[in-house]
């Protein structure tokens, strides 16, 4: 009797030991690292991003306008190229008057001379996608070195086209523009193209026209007019004037 309730006590005892241990070396241990990562904003310094072509801006390398223009903004959030219309030189007639501008001159990669729709580009490089508003403003009228000025004269801006690097307007989304609008000398600015929240990162142009008008034929390449009233006394001599294109970070849906 005494040699069983020994056996049984240290069996109890065996048993008591054996869970013992499983509870002693089964506990979780838990030791912290730390990660680590940083990102710097892209190079912002600048002024001479590539102007795409305005007609397949996946060109690469596209080329460039004639002649080579000059720098742009700057920044991440830029406008790196807008053409200057020139309605060239044109008899005085009666009444009103219509005048188209010439198409954007171009040099291909090569050296040949070809043209190409007028347009501007706009490029976003912050990687916020929040958006942008592009807009166009005269604020005086056309005149003369003398100030005889074109009274009543605006410029029309027409069948008006957004395109872009096709990975931007991909994954970024596209920028938009109306198909047409009319810059009023001192009337304000007018939207020209704009990204919502959430779109337009990367590189976009609108264009004034398209394939079938960047000729020097005035008959086919109507895209910018000058539109001058049957009332304006209009003198023998050359006229210009400045147009303003402004970027904000505002988003706009257009």
Do not use: C
Request: glycine share 10%.
């Amino acid at each position: 009797m005494k040699l069983k309730k020994l056996a049984t006590l240290v069996a109890v005892a065996g048993i008591t030991l054996s869970f013992g241990g499983v509870n002693s070396f089964a506990a979780d241990k838990t030791l912290g690292s730390d990660i680590d990562v940083i990102f710097t904003a892209p190079d912002d310094s600048g002024t001479d991003k590539p102007i795409v072509d305005p007609e397949d801006p996946d060109n690469q390398p596209p080329g460039t306008p004639d002649p080579i223009p000059g720098p742009g903004t700057g920044g991440l959030l830029s406008i790196d190229f807008a053409s200057s219309f020139n309605f060239g030189s044109n008899v005085i007639t009666n009444g009103a008057k219509t005048l188209y501008a010439a198409p954007q001159a171009w040099i291909e990669d090569g050296g040949a001379h070809t043209t190409k729709p007028n347009f501007v580009q706009v490029n976003d490089n912050r990687m916020l996608y929040s958006g942008w508003t592009l807009k166009v403003a005269q604020a005086d009228q056309l005149k003369t070195s003398d100030n005889k000025v074109l009274d009543g004269a605006t410029i029309t801006l027409n069948n008006i086209s957004v395109d872009g690097i096709k990975d931007d307007v991909t994954t970024n989304g596209p920028a938009t523009a109306p198909t047409s609008l009319v810059i009023t000398p001192g009337a304000g600015t007018a939207n020209v193209m704009a990204a919502a929240d959430g779109k337009g990162g990367g590189t976009f142009v609108a264009r004034f026209g398209d394939e079938t008008e960047n000729t020097n034929d005035v008959s086919k390449n109507k895209a910018v007019k000058l539109s001058i009233p049957s009332t304006t006394q209009v003198y023998a001599k050359a006229y210009s004037g400045t147009l303003t294109w402004t970027l904000s970070d505002t988003p706009t849906t257009i």
